[in-house]
C-alpha cells in the first residue's frame, strides 16, 4: 500500500514546491513508483518539471469536478519511475464549482485512494494560501511534510498551521500525522539559521527531519530550466540534502512498517 505525503505550508516562499519536486525525483531515483500531484492553481510544480500547461489536454481541475478519470490525466515525467498530476490556472476555479458539493472536503481523498496500490509514493504539493485546495491535499494525505524556513518569525507561522491541522485532522481525517518539519533555506555561517534551527529543533523535537535543505542558487534556477535539481546536477548540495530527505522518508516507512 502506497503513502501519500502532503507538503504543506500556509507561508509562502519555504521552499514547498522546490521540496516537492525535488523529493519526487529522489524517490523515483531510488526506484520507488511515485506520483507528482500539483495541487496548486499557480502550477509551479508542473512548470518546474518541464511541462507545457498550456498544450495539456486536461488537467487535476477536470478530475476534481468530475469531468475525467484520474488515471486519464496522469501523465509522464522525465524520470522513469516519476509520473505527473498537473495543474494550471483552471484549478482555482474550483473553490467555486465545489462550494455546495456534499463532501468537498474529501475529493482529492476519494480521486487518489485506489492509486494507492499502484503507487509507493503520492507527494502532494498544496497551495500556501488555506482554500479548499489545501483542505483537500491535506486530508488526501497519510502524513504532512511540513517545510520551515530558517528565519524569524518561522515558529509564529508553524503555530497557526498546526491549529489547522489539528481542526482538519479532529474532524476528516483522525489518522493524518506530521511525517516531519524540514529545515529550509539554512544559511551554514549566518547566526540567525543556526538559532532558528536550534530553537525548531529544543520544540518540536522528533518531529524535525536530521536533513537540512541550504540556501541554494542550484534550487532555484534549477525551476528555470524545467527539471529537478537531482537531474541537473546530482553532486550538487541541494540535490543531495533532497537524496538524505529521501532515504529518511523511506527509512521510517519501514520502520513504521516492521
Not at 43 to 53: F, L, R
Not at 150 to 166: D, G, N, P, V, W
Not at 209 to 229: C, D, I, M, W, Y
Request: glycine share 4%; with cysteine.
Amino acid at each position: 500500500m502506497g503513502h501519500i505525503i502532503c507538503i504543506t505550508s500556509q507561508k509562502g516562499g519555504v521552499g514547498k514546491t522546490t521540496t516537492a519536486i525535488n523529493l519526487s525525483a529522489a524517490l523515483a531515483l531510488a526506484e520507488k513508483k511515485s506520483l507528482l500531484v500539483d495541487c496548486d492553481p499557480q502550477g509551479n510544480a508542473t512548470s518546474s518539471m518541464g511541462i507545457d500547461k498550456s498544450k495539456l489536454r486536461v488537467t487535476l481541475y477536470d478530475a476534481m469536478i468530475g469531468n475525467e478519470m484520474l488515471s486519464n490525466v496522469i501523465i509522464d515525467s522525465k524520470i522513469s519511475f516519476l509520473k505527473m498530476l498537473p495543474a494550471r490556472i483552471d484549478l482555482a476555479r474550483t473553490e467555486a464549482e465545489l462550494f455546495s458539493k456534499p463532501g468537498k472536503e474529501k475529493i482529492l481523498r476519494n480521486l487518489l485512494h485506489d492509486f494507492k496500490d499502484v503507487y509507493d509514493y503520492i507527494i502532494i504539493d498544496s497551495p500556501p494560501s488555506l482554500s479548499i485546495l489545501t483542505v483537500n491535499a491535506i486530508i488526501a494525505a497519510d502524513s504532512l511534510l511540513i517545510p520551515l524556513q530558517c528565519e524569524f518569525y518561522a515558529l509564529e507561522s508553524m503555530r497557526q498551521l498546526l491549529k489547522t491541522i489539528r481542526i482538519l485532522k479532529k474532524k476528516f481525517n483522525p489518522d493524518l500525522r506530521i511525517n516531519g518539519i524540514l529545515l529550509t533555506m539554512f544559511k551554514k555561517n549566518e547566526e540567525i539559521s543556526s538559532q532558528i534551527a536550534e530553537e525548531v529543533r529544543n520544540h518540536f523535537k522528533y518531529m524535525v527531519f536530521k536533513t537540512v535543505v541550504p540556501r541554494n542558487v542550484q534550487l532555484r534556477e534549477s525551476a528555470v530550466h524545467g527539471k529537478p535539481l537531482l537531474l541537473q546536477d546530482i553532486l550538487s548540495q541541494g540535490a543531495r540534502s533532497y537524496m538524505e530527505l529521501a532515504s529518511e522518508i523511506m527509512a521510517m516507512r519501514a520502520e513504521a512498517e516492521y
